[in-house]
């Protein structure tokens, strides 16, 4: 076993990201795997996820669900879902993280009925932000849930293409120096956990690097959370998929109204032009933004991260996150 | 509202200058960054390798000889993050830009290093890079707290949504804008890519790449379903080549192609846009030369007091590529050029 037993795991927060209420009471065994419709391009992922999980902590139960996206502001869910999902959690007795993305006015208008509802809810809510504007309207307006940094704002590059290569390679291809640079980011100035604390932020969510995470950030104070098996690679206010029911000229507009058409389908990229011999990676599109996924070293190198105590909290995610719900029938007559 | 030249050495000060450019920015990477990082880690958001300049003594010369024209020089200091070691040195490079240099702003995109210089109380202003994502108006009241004079928005912003970000901070920030030339396929803020050259720009190599589509939880897509997606892919590559600058070429006669703004030149004269920003430090000078001229054109006019319509026809002729006006895709802004006036 490389995972090396599970015996002496330190006291670390799971928490898996839902799509809706009925998940809230999930776990997670590899052949629950099955439960996440995750599709046949991404099961292979999850299963090695599931099972690397197993070998190095054995049975996991999560004690926090995260719900809501960090991409797009027209995936936010109505206030009734996200009603149902904080009812969920409660009797579930699962902590609750909402996700929030990088938004405009009408995003941050939209935020707020949302924010207000876990403002009046009886336990302090975290809630992530990915935007400086977010953070604004959090501490403005709805001091009592819990601001946590998200990864869009750790600016570390994650290029799959390349940025593992560097690691690999060092000193060859590029010196020690920089492969150390890019493994960190401004969160290991100790000014800038000052500034995160000053504005109320403990935790700060990251995604596991092709080139590694240096967690050593940690001793300044910080909580880390890391996401898996994806990582985002670059997201955008013009989205592919939302151009599917617009004339061409007038494709690809920022900020486009859409259909949530993001939720039909997944477009897998190989990476058959690699330069670098790289060429069985893959990408994935979905909705606005790209992701890649963990590798097997990847995950391993996390995991032993985090029996070493520098992390916080793992996030699950089973579906690239971009999960929407459609309003149930009796939702839509409430409204 | 101010016409904002890229601008990479001395030499391309007096043509640029007698051009048009009213002001001016540019990137430094210092020979010491170069040797520890190579071209791996970019301290400005550009290969260090083009597109700036080497020495605070070349810089000095640019500065003093802009300063002649009374034009102001603005640097970027906008990489996404500077480590604890890097911060250090790009302090100390601040330090010396502000102080020995005498550049008129700062551009910073890293929360951090923008806190720490709003410390410093610098001679030099500071201005918030596009790359810090400003998308809404909160971002904007965020930011004020570290007191820049300037807030360059991203080119994802619609015409009416940056109208509102003036109208509400009109008198506490002046609010830049992109105008011409190389767009981004995505949320630049929120690209953790590199362009570096031995794998090129994300997007561009995406358009390259094998694609196959898979429907939600893995369900098979019906053919017609999987025409569709693919005829859309096909739009979105097309459009990605707009962006990447028609391909980067150029047209016969070396006008610049690529991503533009100029149809909304009049209304952001009209909203109280400060800066008009034209991209391109690495450009060659006479792609510099052609952008300032054009735009300074169609400013020149909105400024003189043409009606709207009649300044967009003149930029669209400008360009001299109708069919690429037309194709909806080399627009940073989609504006109405329907309506009589």
Redesign the interface.
Known sequence: MRGGGHQDVIAMEWSIHISGDEEAGATLRPGDINNF?????L?PVLALTAQLIEEYFGPVRFTRCAYGNEFCEHLLPTVERLEAVVSAARRCGLQLTFLTP????A??EALKPLLNLLNKNGEPCEVVF????????IRREFSKVVPVQGR?LN?????P???GM?AATAPGF??Q??????R???L?????AG?LSRMGVASVELDNLPQGVDLSFTENGLKANVYLPFG???????C??A??HYQ????????APCQREC??????????????GNKDQK?YLKGNT?FYYHTEAMLRTLFEQARSGLINRLVFQPRLPMMWERPSKLMEERR | MKVLAPISSYEELEMLAESGAEEFYCGIVPREWLE???G??WLNRRNPKGGSLQTLSELKQLVDGARRYGIPVFITLNA????????SWVMELARALDGEVGVDALIVT????L??LSQLKLRAALHVSSV????????????LQFGPSRIILPR???VP?IE??VAGYRDQVEIEVFILNDGC???EG?????H?H??GA??T??S???????????RR?TFR?TV??RR??S??RE?VWYVNGNGCSVTPNGLPYGPCGLCAIPDFYRIGVASLKIVGREASPLKKLASVKMVREVVNRTRAGAPRLRVIERAKALRQTPEHC????MCYY?VNDATTE
Request: glycine share 6%.
């Open positions: 419709d995750c599709g046949l391009k099961r990088y938004v405009s006015d995003g941050i990915n935007d400086w504007g977010v953070l604004n309207l869009l600016k570390s590059l994650r290029d293409r390349i940025t560097y590029v010196p120096a920089a492969v150390v640079s890019l960190r980011s401004n290991d100035c100790s000014s800038y500034f985002f690679i670059s997201t955008s206010r013009i592919m998929a151009g599917l061409k000229k007038e494709k690809f507009q920022p900020g939720q039909t389908h997944l477009l897998e990229y190989s990476y058959t032009n690699s330069p670098l990408f790209y | 520890r990082y190579t791996a880690v996404p993050y500077y480590t604890a070691e890097q911060l890293d929360i951090n290093l806190m720490q810090a994502a400003t998308l809404n108006s909160e971002a904007v009241d965020f930011l994802s912003l619609t949504e509102k970000m396929a995505f949320e929120f690209c953790a890519t590199t570096h031995t794998v994300f997007c190599s995406l390259e790449m094998e694609a196959e589509f898979e429907g939600n939880r893995g897509l379903q569709r997606l859309n892919l739009h979105y459009w037309n194709s909806g895709y989609k």
